[in-house]
């Protein structure tokens, strides 16, 4: 389900008034804003935990900091086994604040807002969009990891061969603290491993 970016300009004048939706554009601009609002206000609370939580991870030791990983990973993986994605629901916030803390510690990139968002929205099977130069890269790698740990098959797919070789590598500091193993399927990549999907990064957890 697509929601519309609420800066895109999609503005409807006046109440929204819900009814069949397939009328016309401008009664369905207003009926997926309304379809959409719980699950916004879901995102900003759970956003709000993560950024929450950054004093407090900051101040782990890098022990401190492996146990919970391992910790939260296999709550996660748990929940996800026994009621799909929505029992992961609840752990997100938590898993992203680790693995916010954990890309800065090994890849020197500190997650902003608007990355943390993407994050927890792609991970909520969400389309999202950010600028150029917005910090693409780290918000996939941060919701592949949620993907992953929750016990999901996760494709990242890139641009051309080269960013895909490239992303891995970039990448693969968090992914591998995380527990989560990491290959980039390009056209040297055996067909039984490559089949029809040419440029994709591939998260898996380990065990």
Do not use: Y
Not at 60 to 80: C, K, V, W
Not at 114 to 120: D, E, G, R
Not at 144 to 153: F, H, K, Y
């Amino acid at each position: 389900m697509i929601f519309p970016n609420p800066d895109a300009g999609m503005r409807t004048q006046g109440p929204v008034e819900v009814k069949s939706p397939w009328g016309n554009r401008n009664k369905l601009r207003g009926w997926w804003r309304v379809l959409a609002v719980p699950r916004r206000r879901r995102l900003q609370r759970q956003l709000a935990f993560v950024l929450g939580s950054g004093d407090r991870l900051a101040a782990l030791t890098d022990g401190q900091l492996d146990a919970l990983l391992i910790e939260t990973r296999r709550a996660l993986r748990s929940a996800g086994a026994r009621s799909g994605m929505q029992g992961a629901i609840g752990f997100r916030p938590q898993a992203l604040a680790l693995l916010a803390e954990t890309a800065f510690r090994q890849l020197g990139l500190r997650a902003e807002r608007n990355q943390l968002l993407a994050a927890l929205a792609m991970a909520d099977g969400q389309v999202v969009e950010l600028a150029a130069c917005g910090g693409k890269t780290l918000a996939i790698a941060l919701a592949a990891v949620l993907g992953a740990w929750a016990g999901r098959v996760c494709h990242v797919l890139a641009a051309s061969e080269l960013l895909a070789a490239r992303h891995t590598a970039d990448m693969t500091p968090l992914f591998a603290r995380c527990g989560v193993g990491v290959t980039a399927l390009t056209s040297a990549t055996p067909p039984h491993r490559s089949a029809t999907l040419p440029h994709i990064i591939e998260p898996r957890t380990i065990e």
